[in-house]
């Protein structure tokens, strides 16, 4: 007799649980199998795993398909569960069975474990608290649940707020001109009002391509079961608890059209990551920009400064570096790999079921979380309290060559150019070279080369 376990049996036969674990067989064997990453399953999935699961047993019940007192005690445990309150009993690996088997399993064995001891009853993991579902439907349709949550809740306010944040210093910094910068050089003047602006935009269309692939994620699997024909769902079963988990979640949620589609593709979370890859890239333009403008500060361009938040080197007194702009880029680019994982593994469906399922949940859950998380301490923590050397941004406005570009209508494309040249070639200014020139007067050059009056047309620039 060994006092630290107890025996649990499924199809296969016996297996040696820990005692005071709430899991059955099967997770066990999971556990002892998938000995891979030390990685658990995201605990929103397993919540939203629970929360089908209280439906379920609600539905079934009120049908008659489940014992009444079965039923209540298994919606309480489930609830529980989706509440958090046992986070501990989920410890199998994210790498695992294709289908996610081995969570639902555990979330079903945990359940009946807990709603047998409140009730008195023994509680099948398979024919109560799974009664009328199939691993091949729970576990995508909690996926897409917990991935359209942490979007909601989550990456969309982050994104609002870092939206938010950069317009704000946009207006903030609206009236300082600086030299534009095309392929890295000299280009006409903008102001740091229309960058900043511009980058707010980037984000907005960020979040209009998310919001817009939400429906699509919220058509669910459930009811489909093993492959897509529903069977051994009762009728009316899936629509039922897709109707409470709607009205529990806010959601849009609703049954997906065609079944076959759902279980056997996950073109859906590609495109969800998709669209959370291309805020990523926009957030790696925005944090470069940052710390290029903010580089120096004695040799750099040092245009801008950013709030000094720690030391930057253990060997070199004073320096301080763009430490946030640097953590954003680093999340970038685990979130392209991330989007890579996701592209391939959801090309990898076979048939009725793409068996890649719980690295999918995994990666983009985590770009979720990471961008989300990424937005708000960059807006946070630099953009609100970035200031600007206007008087370095205004010398270097009326300092490029690209100032040319408003003579060229008047003195031609070719004088203009070979104006710059002189200017750069000598370190005269291009008014000065225009004028002994005689190309114009003095006071006509000044009003063509006023850097403001260049940023105020509206989209108006060098072209490449």
């Given amino acids: 007799m060994d006092p630290a376990h107890r025996i649990e049996t499924d199809s296969l036969g016996a297996v040696r649980v820990p005692a005071g674990a709430r899991w059955g067989a099967q997770t066990q064997r999971a556990v002892e199998n998938f000995v891979v990453s030390g990685r658990r399953v995201d605990p929103d999935i397993v919540h939203a795993l629970a929360t089908i699961k209280t439906h379920a047993a609600e539905v079934n019940g009120a049908a008659g398909r489940i014992d009444s007192t079965i039923a209540g005690a298994i919606a309480d445990a489930a609830r529980e569960v989706s509440e958090g309150r046992w986070d501990d009993e989920f410890p199998v690996d994210v790498f695992q069975t294709g289908s996610g088997t081995s969570t639902n399993m555990n979330v079903n064995e945990v359940v009946a474990n807990i709603a047998s001891q409140r009730c008195g009853v023994t509680v099948h993991p398979n024919d109560h608290v799974n009664h009328g579902q199939s691993s091949n439907d729970t576990f995508p349709s909690a996926v897409r649940i917990a991935v359209a949550l942490a979007v909601r809740d989550h990456l969309l306010g982050a994104c609002r707020r870092l939206s938010s944040s950069l317009g704000a210093t946009g207006d903030r910094l609206g009236g300082v001109v ?6 890295l050089m000299d280009a006409t003047p903008v102001t740091l009002g229309q960058e900043f602006r ?3 935009a980037q984000i907005d269309q960020a979040i209009e391509r998310i919001e817009a692939v939400l429906p699509r994620l919220c058509r669910l699997p459930l009811g489909g079961t093993a492959t897509g024909t529903g069977l051994n769902a ?4 899936a629509g039922a608890v897709i109707a409470a988990l709607a009205a529990e979640t806010g959601l849009g949620l609703v049954e997906a059209p065609d079944h076959f589609a ?7 979370l590609v495109e969800m990551s998709g669209a959370v890859r291309v805020l990523a890239v926009a957030l790696t333009k925005i944090a470069n920009d940052l710390r290029w403008m903010a580089s120096g500060p004695a040799t750099g361009l040092a245009e801008i400064t950013l709030p000094e938040l720690q030391p930057g080197s253990s060997i070199m007194p004073g320096k301080v570096n763009p430490v946030i702009c640097e953590t954003v880029t680093q999340v970038a680019a685990r979130v392209f790999g991330h989007d890579a994982t996701v592209g391939f593994a959801g090309s990898q469906g076979s048939f009725e079921l793409n068996t890649y399922q719980p690295v999918i949940a995994d990666a983009l859950l985590d770009a979720v979380k990471l961008c989300a998380a ?3 301490l960059l807006a946070g923590t630099t953009v ?3 200031t600007a050397d206007e008087a370095r941004c205004r010398r270097y406005a009326e300092s490029t060559p690209a100032l040319a570009t408003a003579l060229a209508p008047v003195i031609g494309y070719d004088e203009a150019a070979s104006v710059v040249k002189e200017a750069l070639r000598t370190g005269a200014t291009i008014i000065s070279v225009v004028v002994e020139r005689g190309l114009m007067g003095e006071s006509e050059a000044r009003s063509l080369l006023d850097v403001e009056a260049m940023t105020r047309p509206g989209i108006r620039g060098s072209g490449d």
């Fill in 198 to 200: 511009g980058y707010a």
């Fill in 384 to 386: 609100d309290g970035l």
């Fill in 262 to 268: 759902a279980q056997g593709s996950c073109d859906d």
């Fill in 374 to 376: 990424a937005c708000r």
């Fill in 178 to 183: 600086k030299a534009g910068r095309t392929h």
């Fill in 234 to 237: 009762p009728e009316g079963f």
